[in-house]
């Protein structure tokens, strides 16, 4: 019986996606609760911003230095395995962080929660490479990025709930929060050992015409790259990678330093905790719509540059106008247009590996972009509060996220005309097939 493409890659996304993106909402809750926690915690122990923003940014630290051998443990061991790995470490540490006692203990456990998160979202990059052909993976990376923009709309009221049960049964509210959100990430984490599977071959879900028909399409898309492009070590070195990688660094840093400091500038308000929760629900259903949108529009289209530059000039505008403009209104008006143009062209940016890399290469190729451009997010959540400290504005930090931004932005152009051997990014498999 033929098989029908459209059913068959519905059938793939509506079995795997949903769960894939729900992980991906535990685990941006665990990294982004301490943006909440921080609004008690700081003054319970004692911390500056500045000392606080380095214990929490020591999570990219530790995310760096094992982000590619996790990758490589994953395509070695397999997905589920590997993944239930990741889930119920990074919920055990975060656990623990409700247990913080002084600073040492809070900078050290941040640091393992790094090392224990490391290699889930690259390696959920790396996965659907196996699982979609290239005309897919920009909507799908941008479906499950979509979960992200959920999980700053559900933590940030839940955050500002959790706090309010300050004293509940004992615990400070800042330790609720971090209570709360780990506890899911172990249960999920037994979920996934035996829901998710390795790879298609393996899914019996699906049956073997289906399966034939996606091992044939990936292996002509594949066909044209060279020997080594499924080589991990190679791939760590291959210029595109180290290209990409210093492309994307500003991405994150644009991201952690908005969603991190997001509710410090609305808590500026005057707002209650509660209420502040659910202001910040409203930029991250604006963010959710463009991360649907945009890598839609990119996946119809060859050349992918102008839906990853557009996005994030866009986002570098209106972060200096909410840091220019006095009125609250307005400011948060365009910090929302800002976060949608930060993440709109992100799974954008991340459909371009799998069309020079695949297997192993793919894997620590990704893992490397991944972890080199999350450093990113070490020097946001340094820097967003040493200017705070400095100026004395909770928007102030705000130039320099957007100029941030907008370098990223120019180094994609640059990158897309003079990437090695005169190919781009973009179409490097289209030319040589």
């Known amino acids: 019986m033929p098989v029908s493409e459209k059913a068959l890659i519905s059938k793939i996304t509506w079995r795997i996606m949903p769960f894939l993106g729900f992980l991906y909402l535990i685990a ?6 301490v943006s909440f926690a921080k609004l008690q ?56 962080l409700a247990y913080t006692q002084n600073a040492t203990m809070f900078y050290v456990l941040r640091f393992l929660l790094g090392v224990a998160e490391a290699g889930f979202f690259p390696g959920v990059l790396y996965l659907l490479t196996l699982w979609f052909p290239k005309d897919y993976r920009g909507r799908m990376v941008g479906l499950f990025m979509i979960f992200s923009a ?26 609720w929060v971090f209570l709360a959100t780990g506890v899911p990430a172990v249960i999920a984490g037994v979920v996934t050992l035996f829901y998710l599977p390795d790879r298609p071959e393996k899914a019996q879900f699906l049956s073997t015409d289906e399966k034939t028909w996606l091992a044939e399409r990936l292996a002509r898309e594949n066909a044209g790259m060279s020997a080594e492009a499924d080589n991990g070590f190679k791939a760590l070195v291959n210029p595109r990678v180290l290209l990409m990688a210093l492309c ?38 604006i963010v959710a ?27 570098a505008l209106f972060l200096v106008l909410s840091a220019v403009v006095t009125n609250h209104t307005l400011q948060f008006v365009f910090l929302c247009v800002a976060a949608a143009g930060i993440f709109a062209g992100q799974p954008v940016f991340w459909s371009l590996p799998g069309r020079f890399l695949r ?17 990113g997010g070490f020097v946001a ?30 180094l994609v152009i640059v990158v897309g005309r003079y990437a090695r051997n005169g190919e781009t990014i973009d179409e490097p498999v289209l030319r040589k097939s």
């Open 248 to 285: 994307y660094v500003g991405f994150p840093l644009a991201a952690y330093g908005l969603s991190y400091w997001l509710p410090t500038i609305v808590e500026g308000f005057g707002v209650s905790n509660t209420t502040n929760g659910l202001i910040n629900i409203i930029p991250w259903l």
């Open 28 to 33: 941006y809750i665990d990294r982004q609760n």
């Open 150 to 175: 959920f999980a700053n709309a559900i933590g940030a009221p839940l955050g500002g709930v959790l706090l309010d049960l300050d004293g509940l049964l004992g615990y400070a509210g800042w330790e």
């Open 381 to 410: 959540q340094n820097v967003v509060p040493w200017i705070k400290d400095e100026t004395g504005s909770t928007i102030a930090p705000m130039f320099f996220l957007a100029a941030c931004l907008a370098a990223a932005g120019m």
């Open 359 to 375: 297997g192993a290469g793919a894997a620590a190729g990704i893992a490397a972009i991944n972890s080199v451009g999350n450093l």
């Open 41 to 96: 915690m700081v003054d319970a122990l004692g911390l500056s911003e500045y000392a606080y923003g380095l214990g929490a940014s020591l999570f990219f630290i530790g995310y760096f230095i094992f982000e590619v051998p996790s990758n490589l443990f994953l395509e070695r061991f397999g997905a589920s395995r590997w993944f239930a790995r990741i889930l119920i470490s990074w919920g055990a540490v975060t656990i623990a």
């Open 289 to 315: 719509a463009a991360l649907y949108i945009v890598p839609s529009m990119a996946d119809r289209t060859e050349n992918k540059t102008p839906y990853i530059v557009g996005p994030a000039f866009i986002g």
